[in-house]
């Protein structure tokens, strides 16, 4: 298996390629549509052809690079099959591995952050590789205030779906903000601020209390991965950037 | 490869037990005296016989297992060739890969911690695991103050051996005070306060300034691991209680 981590520093926000040297087929999960030029950059220098991209809920910090990936590079677009979003051409549901080559990855249904919110988990007797999107970061979880979250509703998704796995489990994020890369389900479970060791009433107790501000790209983002990434009319001024670059025609 | 990372709380060490599912030889990288019977409890439970130790330099501040395990299990106890000690097995040396099973570790010689330190480096195309021993740990490295410990010189191992890695290699660390267990090449070139992106100087005026404690246990943890972990006779009665199940015939 070919792995990297790339990272969009706009958003703080991490991608993965996953590529099965066998058969030549990869995936990016998360591609952010700010950096669909340097992925591909990327993938060219490995002499890889892009065939999926994945993501794990509909962001609202930034807009997916998946529809512009599959306009430059004709990958197909995996999304939770639950979001029934018509710009998708594979939907993905927990008990269904789905196969990048002969890698599989099993979708985890991990409801709280959104309520349609997926992870994936790669578990061979080689691999135990978590990509956990925005349900569990590094020392910290995705915020519940917003896009139907709910915090007992993740404190359950992480608790019955991550904190089960195998303490050496490797969890891969969708963000951080320190420059952190990686953890294991053993450190969240004994560090992790907000829910390591916390019963579900001190979870909530500190999700209730963080006072995050607004979410800068909420707006135009929602709307636009409601399109697989679509850029909205809405988009302000100082985010078209990106956009720009982007022929709607696609 | 079946993996497992063991934490020893007292000294907040990790020890590493990496196996080959193939052939059965399985190998503890710096395992500690205090927790012998809990690895071996650990391989019991596993199926696993031990055939290896492996330190990767004279810790100063737990005693070694090695002694013990091999007396235990029949063990072979590898330590780097260049600390000529005489209760050593198999001597390891940079340049000459060491074999578990079909696993093979990659010695890589990184003094600045002690004159003697080795790192050990799995690097295949499926795996890219770096024991980095006390050389490089997680947002920080060991203290050059003890043990022959030059600054510049671990500067430099660090730079060159390390930080000339892949950047998703997955980083081990023989200790972390804070239950993190694992990092990356970068994350650590990225964030590590006392050498990520810095110089040379900067690195020295930082380790210069680190004013720790006298290590609690250097007295006795030196001399008693120049054996493999032997209790020698100065050991403080509050430090005895492993040692006291030790058979010193062994």
Known sequence: MLFKQLFEPDSSTYSYLIACPETGECAIIDPVLDTVE??????????????????????????????????????????????????????????????????????LFTPGHTD??????????????????DALMIDGVGRTDFQSGDSKTLYNSIQQKFFTLPDETLVYPCHDYEHRQISTIGQEKKRNKHIGEKSLEEFIEIMDGLNLPY????????????????????????????????????
Not at 79 to 102: H, M, R, S
Not at 117 to 128: F, R, S
């Open 116 to 133: 349609h919110h997926h992870a994936y988990l790669i578990h061979t007797p080689v691999h135990q590789m978590l990509f956990s999107g």
């Open 38 to 107: 340097r992925d591909l950059g990327v993938l060219q220098s490995l002499g890889l052809k892009l065939t999926y991209t994945i993501d794990t809920h509909i962001h609202a910090d930034h807009l997916s690079g998946a529809r512009r990936l599959k306009a430059m590079s004709g990958s197909k677009i995996a999304y939770p099959a639950i979001d029934e979003l018509p710009c998708v051409d594979i939907g993905l549901e927990e008990g269904t591995a789905f196969k990048i080559g002969k890698i599989e990855l099993q979708p």
């Open 215 to 250: 979410p800068r790209k909420i707006d135009f983002a929602v709307p636009g991965n409601q399109q697989c990434g679509e850029c909205p009319e809405n988009i302000p001024e100082e985010y078209r950037g990106p956009c720009e670059k982007y022929d709607q025609g696609h």
